[in-house]
C-alpha cells in the first residue's frame, strides 16, 4: 500500500505561483512513478505531470508546459509541483498520484490517489 498526503494549495491571484508537495508512505514508494492529477469544477480529470523513479524523466500536458515543475525528492519520498504564471483555469483540485507505470497515471489509470488539495487562482 502506498498513501500520499498533499499539501501547498490556496488561493492565489492570476500570475503568481505556488508549490505543492505530496508525501508518500509505503514500501518501496521510491520505486514508483509519482504525478499530479487535477479535476476542476464540472470538468473531467485530467493529467498534469509525472516524474518517474529513477532516472527522473518528467512529463507534462502541453496546457502547464513552459509553467508547471516536477520534481521529486526520493530520500523524502516527496514529489512537487511548482506552478508558476498561474492562470485562472489552473483552478481546480490537484491530486498526487502513483503507480509502477507513468503511462497508466497520464491515462488516470493509477492505483494510488492522494485526497487532493485545491488550488485557486483568481482573475
Known amino acids: 500500500q502506498v498513501q500520499l498526503v498533499e499539501s501547498g494549495g490556496g488561493l492565489v491571484q492570476a500570475g503568481g505561483s505556488l508549490r505543492l508537495s505530496c508525501a508518500a508512505s509505503?514500501?518501496?514508494?521510491?520505486?514508483?512513478?509519482m504525478g499530479w492529477i487535477r479535476q476542476a469544477p464540472g470538468k473531467e480529470r485530467e493529467f498534469v505531470a509525472a516524474?518517474?523513479?529513477?532516472?527522473?524523466?518528467?512529463y507534462s500536458a502541453d496546457s502547464v508546459k513552459g509553467r508547471f515543475i516536477i520534481s521529486r525528492d526520493n530520500a523524502k519520498n516527496t514529489v512537487f509541483l511548482q506552478m508558476n504564471s498561474l492562470k485562472p483555469e489552473d483552478t481546480a483540485v490537484y491530486y498526487c498520484?502513483?503507480?509502477?507505470?507513468?503511462?497508466?497515471?497520464?491515462?488516470?489509470?493509477?492505483?494510488?490517489w492522494g485526497q487532493g488539495t485545491q488550488v485557486t487562482v483568481s482573475s
Open positions: 509505503g514500501r518501496t514508494v521510491s520505486s514508483y512513478t
Open positions: 516524474i518517474s523513479s529513477s532516472p527522473h524523466y518528467a
Open positions: 498520484a502513483a503507480d509502477r507505470s507513468s503511462q497508466r497515471i497520464v491515462r488516470l489509470e493509477n492505483d494510488y
